[in-house]
């Protein structure tokens, strides 16, 4: 979807002085990227033109971003941040009143918050965007009535928002080194790759060494997980002098065997060491040494010493037991654990808790692990459920949805193939009760079939493109078939259960 900008030239950088809003900017953005940051634009601009308001919105998405216009910025009578991380270049907006959530509430709730950036603009009481130099908090969080629970989300999601790229790009590359080598290749992938070229193949020939080169680059790729998580949960706090400690901390958290748990806490004592530091007054002589020399050397040593001495062996020992509980699990406790990981990957649709869920399956995968692959593929399917059970229902009950709603459906097959849950929040938005339970109800049956059939995945991202990397791939698609159909007739039911005349399309085709 492309940027929002500016349907004409930039108002006057100069505010006039009457009391009437004309202009709101606002900055989207979502972990992913994806989908909840381009339709949070859409709901903020409608409402807009609903209030007679123009809303210039820069969508800071995984398509990278269009930045407003400086002119456009300096006109504006308000602010919205409407995101679940940190918003890049925050300091251009120093000094405007200011309206901050999450991401979901300018889908759910945009007439709101635009209201409220309207009440904000003529306020001069109202919580205003600091400035680059202000002595505040952390660049997530404004002071804008965040409380310091969403702060600590939206510098975690952060993390996870950098992390998932180097997710799939490594476990895409990982799956396809298993399907020309075979699952061997993890064994001896570094020394054929070391050892072999296309002019001295390896025993096995082409397609073994093809394998062992995808592997290890998948390898390499994924071994940056907890480092980035690490990283830009530092950058969420300390801004881009927090990023050498943070990725210090997420590799010291790998080399003691700390894991995803050792990168979130490191990346935290990271991120406000640097915060800390970078607040002390030093000389006039001094201050351009403090991002580039003093920040990152003593924040790291910091955190380094914390994380070697102190932290390391118990978050390592946390680490090994989480893994060693797992592979413990049996009988009725991999289904509970099944259907718990399902709820929470169609409880919000790619919000916070989904990605604790997929989090939580990506930081333990391992192909020597399979009580990790069958996480994993838990958590995949389960996470397909949502769009392609309203899609499903889209095609079962047309009347019961709205030609808009309709034409979603049809575009929800593949983004349920593809495995993006995003793909059922246009029905979420405009239907939350009905259809959140019914997809969590899908989500928990699929993940409690995929762990009681013991389906397994080694690839952390994919849908249906990664159908080879899956273990006992019927039973995985008879989970996910019996979780669709579930959603899907939980929601028919519950939308032809008190339902009026005026939610269903006008021009809706016979009921099949």
């Known amino acids: 979807m492309p940027e ?5 030239a930039p108002a006057s950088a100069e505010r006039s002085d009457d009391a009437v809003v004309r202009t709101i900017v606002a900055v989207t953005a979502c972990p992913t990227g994806i989908a909840h940051t381009y339709m949070a634009a859409d709901s903020l601009v409608a409402a807009g033109e609903r209030a007679g308001i123009t809303v210039h919105v820069e969508t800071q998405g995984s398509s990278g971003s269009t930045p407003l216009d400086a002119a456009t910025i300096a006109a504006a009578d308000a602010v919205i941040f409407a995101t679940d991380v940190g918003v890049r270049g925050r300091e251009r907006f ?46 997530t969080a404004d002071s ?19 992390m998932i790229p180097f997710v799939a790009a490594g476990g895409l590359l990982i799956a396809l080194g298993f399907l020309f080598g075979g699952y061997e290749i993890s064994d001896n992938a570094q020394t054929i790759v070391l050892d072999n070229s296309l002019t ?20 390499l790729a994924f071994g940056f997980l907890v480092p980035a998580l690490a990283g830009y949960i530092a950058f969420a706090i300390a801004d881009r002098p927090g990023l050498a400690p943070g990725f210090t901390a997420g590799a010291v958290a790998v080399f003691v065997g700390a894991g995803f748990l ?27 040494l403090m991002p580039v020399v003093v920040i990152p050397l003593f924040a790291s040593l910091i955190v380094g010493a914390l994380m070697f001495v102190v932290l390391g062996k118990p978050l390592a020992a946390v680490t090994s037991g989480l893994t060693d509980w797992l592979n413990g699990l049996s009988g009725t406790s991999v289904i509970v654990l099944g259907v718990i990981l399902g709820l929470m990957m169609c409880f919000d649709l790619g919000g916070p808790v989904n990605k604790a869920a997929y989090a939580f399956a990506v930081a333990g995968l ?7 692959l069958r996480i994993m593929a838990a958590v995949m399917a389960a996470g397909m ?8 229902a889209t095609v079962l009950r047309p009347r019961l949805f709205t030609p808009a709603e309709r034409e979603n459906g049809r575009a929800a097959w593949l983004l349920g193939a593809s495995f993006i849950s995003e793909g059922a929040i246009p029905f979420a938005a405009a239907d939350p009760l009905r259809v959140i339970p019914s997809m969590m109800v899908g989500g928990a049956v699929t993940g409690a079939l995929i762990m009681a059939a013991g389906a397994t995945l080694s690839a952390p991202h994919g849908g249906v493109f990664v159908f080879f990397a899956i273990g006992h791939l019927a039973w ?37």
């Open 476 to 512: 995985f698609l008879i989970a996910l078939a019996v979780g669709v159909l579930a959603a899907a007739l939980c929601v028919l039911a519950a939308k032809t259960f008190g339902r009026t005349t005026a939610a269903v399309g006008p021009s809706a085709p016979a009921t099949v």
């Open 200 to 219: 001295a193949l390896p025993e096995g020939g082409l397609a073994t060494y093809i394998g062992a080169v995808l592997f290890q680059l998948g390898a």
């Open 366 to 372: 391992s192909v020597d692990d399979p009580a990790s």
């Open 4 to 8: 929002r900008e500016p349907d004409s």
């Open 94 to 139: 120093a000094g405007k009143p200011l309206v901050a959530s999450g991401v979901k509430r300018a889908i759910n709730e945009p007439d709101a918050m635009v209201t409220e950036a309207q009440r904000a603009a003529l306020d001069p009481a109202a919580p205003r965007v600091s400035g680059p130099d202000a002595e505040s908090e952390p660049a």
């Open 144 to 162: 804008a009535g965040l409380g310091w629970g969403t702060r600590l989300r939206q510098i975690l999601l952060t993390g996870v928002s950098y």
């Open 385 to 392: 459920v949502p769009p392609l059970a309203m899609a499903l």
């Open 262 to 288: 050792g990168g979130l806490v490191g990346g935290l004592i990271a991120g406000f060491a640097a915060l800390w530091i970078s607040k002390l007054a030093v000389p006039q002589w001094a201050r351009g």
